[in-house]
């Protein structure tokens, strides 16, 4: 048994890809408009009297009912109150001033990416009386120009989740958005990310981001490198189009995941989900017993004070452990064409040895029989570690079921200390650790797996942290920025990995295989090459995408500057991107281990008049026997390709409030690669 180690980056490369983006953004609201941050609500409105007149001078102040957690604004000369970097969550917004009766809304709500407008008017009294609203009307997207989608924690638990309880799911229902659905392998993407493309444009311009963090897989962008369990989603935001100034490094959908933080109360959850093929309906095709499939979620997640006021956590579990049932028809060959006899079959069998190189002047085969001696002892061992038919007929002869077992933990925490009511600082950390297994169709013989996709062992850890802060420094001005970090390292090998240099040293083979310590250091080109037979189902190492090496680790820093100064309101900062990737997959072409192709025009004949004999899957058989292959090749890396990429964007915006009925807005973004 060889020693499975994890892969270490042995060189390094560079990639250089230089990419210059200018964006101008102008929009013009017919209201005043604050624009939410990406992992923050704002809140706004306008304070008059009951004359419509404006009220400057008036005290705003929203107090999170959950956390007690406080953030004040004054009213400008035209009324208007601005507060931004407002955590999501249901506010209490308290409107007062001397000479007036106090103001007060329940129930407001304040959305990650959203800008929540409370207009209110005040009524000539003591500020000892008070008027309350139990509840804020919902009101249209006014104070953005983003094409956005949002989706709230009550609609993630609520609504049915398909695809493992996926949140991306729910993509679906925005304008725009395709089917999501599965790419690759389950054996490789154990995460399961639904891919999507947005407004048609390519599904790899989309981007995620974790409570900050970006989520990419590197060498499969469509997939995002973590998928966070629903029960321990705030929020989705979702914009597909028109993105503010401060948004970028996307050009199909800017999605941002902000998970649950704790509050004063503990609260907490406990599923489980229980899926059994017992009720599900037989496949009218399958002969023999029906395989048995079982898959449950399960979970529970609990949050709540530390420190009443001023420290909260929240964590949740998840853990899936599925058993999938998956039956395969195969063609294999039966014991006379095994023997070499194809006697019974119609097309003759012709000898490649003899006659001339067009084909012509070719001898048949006595008997449509090949020759014992004539056998090639590679063709001979693979065939012997092939089962022999367990159906009737020469195609759709042998079918096997089996069970891919696939095991995924997620585990996520998060803190939030409230410092003060000025600043708030949190962090966070996910992991999520997958191991999927499925053997191959034909046991010793290889071919494909008894699964959705691949064979083998997918062993993947992916770890994301995460620490940000949100600092009020003045009334007007404001400072906010996060760090994240997300890693994953995952190994596939397959089935027969273990095996050595196989294709050399059992079958005599040469050049498949290790040629050298470069090109399959720490042998990597393992296992039986690959064979595929016209006419019948492929056998061997037919997965040449495997095995896989991969390191993956990205980087994420953003800061974020907002300053409000008479009518404007400037926002500008920096957003930081690297991305490094270790990878070893040399899986364009034949695969690491060699593969093989045989037709059926090789055992066959020119006749008289220059036609060709007929031929039928017997004689790619015959060839395979022969050991006549119609195409042979090998993919090869010399190096473990390492990729360092850094991206870099600035950014600058300004909201000006030009009457108290027309706003302009004006943002400028620079992102080079």
Same mark, same amino acid.
């Given at each position: 048994?060889?020693?499975?180690?994890?892969?270490?980056?042995?060189?390094?490369?560079?990639?250089?890809?230089?990419?210059?983006?200018?964006v101008?953004?102008l929009?013009?609201?017919l209201?005043?408009?604050?624009?939410?941050?990406?992992?923050?609500?704002?809140?706004?409105?306008?304070?008059?009297?009951?004359?419509?007149?404006?009220?400057?001078?008036a005290?705003?102040?929203?107090?999170?009912?959950?956390?007690?957690?406080?953030?004040?604004?004054?009213?400008?000369?035209?009324?208007?109150?601005?507060?931004?970097?407002?955590?999501?969550?249901?506010?209490?917004?308290?409107?007062?001033?001397?000479?007036?009766?106090?103001?007060?809304a329940?129930?407001?709500?304040?959305s990650?990416?959203?800008?929540?407008r409370?207009?209110?008017?005040?009524?000539?009294?003591?500020?000892?009386?008070?008027?309350?609203?139990?509840?804020?009307?919902?009101?249209?997207?006014?104070?953005?120009?983003?094409?956005r989608?949002?989706?709230?924690?009550?609609?993630?638990?609520?609504?049915?989740?398909?695809?493992?309880k996926?949140?991306?799911?729910?993509?679906?229902?925005?304008?725009g958005a395709?089917?999501?659905g599965?790419?690759?392998?389950?054996?490789?993407?154990?995460?399961?990310a639904?891919?999507?493309?947005?407004?048609?444009?390519?599904?790899?311009?989309?981007n995620?981001?974790?409570?900050?963090?970006?989520?990419?897989?590197?060498?499969?962008?469509?997939?995002?490198?973590?998928?966070?369990?629903?029960?321990?989603?705030?929020?989705?935001?979702?914009s597909?189009?028109?993105?503010?100034a401060?948004?970028g490094?996307?050009?199909?959908?800017a999605?941002?995941v902000?998970?649950?933080?704790?509050?004063?109360?503990?609260?907490?959850?406990?599923?489980?989900?229980?899926?059994?093929?017992?009720?599900?309906?037989?496949?009218?095709?399958?002969?023999?017993?029906k395989?048995?499939?079982?898959?449950?979620?399960?979970?529970?997640?609990?949050?709540?004070?530390i420190?009443?006021?001023?420290?909260?956590?929240?964590?949740?579990?998840?853990?899936?452990?599925?058993?999938?049932?998956?039956?395969?028809?195969?063609?294999?060959?039966?014991?006379?064409?095994?023997?070499?006899?194809?006697?019974?079959f119609?097309?003759?069998?012709y000898?490649?040895?003899?006659?001339?190189?067009?084909?012509?002047?070719?001898?048949?085969?006595?008997?449509?029989?090949?020759?014992?001696?004539?056998?090639?002892p590679?063709?001979?061992?693979?065939?012997?570690?092939?089962?022999?038919p367990n159906?009737?007929?020469?195609?759709?002869?042998?079918?096997?079921?089996?069970?891919?077992?696939y095991?995924?933990?997620?585990?996520d925490?998060?803190?939030?200390?409230?410092?003060?009511?000025?600043?708030?600082?949190?962090?966070?950390?996910?992991?999520?650790?997958?191991?999927?297994?499925? !053997?191959?169709?034909? #046991? +010793?013989? *290889?071919?494909?797996?008894? %699964?959705?996709?691949?064979? =083998?062992?997918?062993?993947t850890?992916?770890?994301?942290?995460?620490?940000?802060?949100?600092?009020?420094?003045?009334?007007?001005?404001?400072v906010?920025?996060?760090?994240?970090?997300?890693?994953?390292?995952?190994?596939?090998?397959?089935?027969?990995f273990?095996?050595?240099?196989?294709?050399?040293e059992v079958?005599?083979?040469?050049?498949?295989?290790?040629?050298?310590?470069r090109?399959?250091?720490?042998?990597?080109?393992?296992?039986?090459?690959?064979?595929?037979?016209s006419?019948?189902?492929?056998f061997?190492?037919?997965?040449?995408?495997?095995?896989i090496?991969?390191?993956?680790?990205?980087?994420?820093?953003?800061?974020?500057?907002?300053?409000?100064?008479?009518?404007?309101?400037?926002?500008?900062?920096?957003?930081?991107?690297?991305?490094?990737?270790?990878?070893?997959q040399? !899986?364009?072409?034949? #695969? +690491?281990? *060699?593969?093989?192709?045989? %037709?059926?025009?090789?055992? =066959?004949?020119?006749?008289?008049?220059?036609?060709?004999?007929?031929?039928?899957?017997?004689?790619?058989m015959?060839?395979?026997?022969?050991?006549?292959?119609?195409?042979?090749?090998?993919?090869?890396?010399?190096?473990?390709?390492?990729?360092?990429?850094?991206?870099?964007?600035?950014?600058?915006?300004?909201?000006?409030?030009?009457?108290?009925?027309?706003?302009?807005?004006?943002?400028?973004?620079?992102?080079?690669?």
């Amino acid at each position: 048994m060889m020693d499975r180690h994890r892969l270490r980056a042995s060189a390094w490369g560079l990639t250089a890809l230089t990419t210059v983006a200018l964006v101008f953004v102008l929009a013009t609201a017919l209201s005043p408009t604050v624009r939410a941050q990406v992992l923050y609500g704002s809140i706004t409105g306008i304070v008059k009297d009951t004359s419509a007149a404006a009220i400057p001078g008036a005290d705003a102040e929203i107090l999170n009912v959950a956390t007690n957690y406080r953030q004040t604004a004054v009213t400008n000369s035209r009324g208007v109150w601005v507060i931004n970097n407002v955590p999501d969550g249901l506010y209490r917004l308290k409107v007062s001033l001397t000479g007036f009766k106090e103001y007060v809304a329940e129930n407001v709500q304040v959305s990650v990416g959203n800008v929540t407008r409370i207009n209110v008017t005040l009524q000539v009294g003591e500020i000892t009386e008070s008027v309350t609203v139990s509840s804020a009307a919902t009101s249209l997207q006014t104070d953005t120009t983003d094409v956005r989608a949002q989706l709230e924690s009550r609609e993630i638990a609520e609504l049915p989740l398909s695809n493992y309880k996926n949140y991306q799911s729910l993509i679906n229902l925005v304008p725009g958005a395709t089917p999501g659905g599965f790419q690759n392998a389950v054996i490789d993407t154990p995460q399961r990310a639904l891919t999507t493309n947005i407004n048609g444009t390519n599904r790899n311009n989309n981007n995620t981001r974790i409570d900050g963090a970006i989520s990419v897989n590197i060498w499969l962008p469509h997939h995002t490198r973590y998928v966070p369990p629903s029960e321990t989603i705030e929020v989705v935001n979702i914009s597909t189009n028109n993105f503010d100034a401060e948004q970028g490094f996307a050009g199909g959908a800017a999605t941002t995941v902000i998970t649950k933080s704790g509050t004063n109360q503990f609260r907490g959850s406990a599923f489980w989900l229980h899926e059994n093929s017992a009720l599900a309906a037989r496949d009218f095709f399958l002969r023999g017993d029906k395989p048995t499939s079982i898959r449950n979620i399960g979970g529970a997640t609990l949050g709540g004070p530390i420190k009443k006021d001023k420290l909260f956590f929240f964590g949740g579990f998840e853990a899936q452990v599925e058993r999938l049932g998956i039956t395969r028809t195969e063609t294999v060959p039966t014991m006379a064409m095994r023997n070499g006899d194809f006697s019974a079959f119609p097309n003759t069998i012709y000898n490649p040895f003899t006659g001339n190189p067009d084909g012509s002047g070719r001898q048949a085969f006595a008997g449509n029989q090949i020759p014992a001696g004539m056998m090639n002892p590679a063709a001979v061992t693979m065939l012997g570690r092939i089962p022999l038919p367990n159906l009737p007929g020469e195609t759709a002869n042998f079918q096997r079921s089996g069970t891919q077992q696939y095991n995924r933990y997620n585990y996520d925490a998060k803190i939030d200390w409230y410092r003060n009511d000025q600043h708030r600082i949190w962090g966070k950390f996910s992991v999520m650790d997958a191991l999927v297994s499925a !053997e191959q169709v034909f #046991g +010793p013989g *290889g071919g494909t797996g008894l %699964s959705t996709a691949g064979s =083998g062992d997918g062993d993947t850890l992916v770890k994301v942290f995460g620490v940000g802060h949100n600092w009020t420094l003045s009334p007007t001005f404001l400072v906010d920025g996060n760090f994240g970090i997300s890693d994953m390292h995952q190994e596939v090998l397959p089935p027969d990995f273990d095996l050595g240099n196989f294709g050399q040293e059992v079958l005599g083979i040469p050049g498949t295989n290790a040629t050298d310590d470069r090109s399959c250091f720490e042998g990597r080109c393992n296992g039986i090459p690959s064979f595929f037979v016209s006419g019948f189902s492929g056998f061997g190492g037919v997965d040449g995408w495997s095995p896989i090496f991969r390191d993956e680790t990205s980087y994420t820093f953003t800061q974020n500057f907002s300053w409000v100064k008479k009518s404007h309101e400037f926002r500008w900062g920096y957003d930081l991107v690297k991305h490094d990737l270790t990878h070893w997959q040399p !899986e364009i072409g034949s #695969g +690491p281990r *060699g593969a093989f192709s045989f %037709s059926r025009s090789i055992t =066959g004949a020119l006749l008289a008049g220059g036609t060709s004999s007929s031929v039928g899957n017997e004689n790619s058989m015959a060839a395979f026997l022969l050991g006549l292959p119609s195409s042979f090749g090998k993919s090869l890396q010399w190096e473990v390709m390492t990729t360092r990429e850094w991206q870099h964007a600035f950014y600058f915006r300004d909201r000006w409030q030009a009457t108290p009925d027309l706003t302009f807005t004006l943002g400028l973004r620079y992102e080079y690669f």
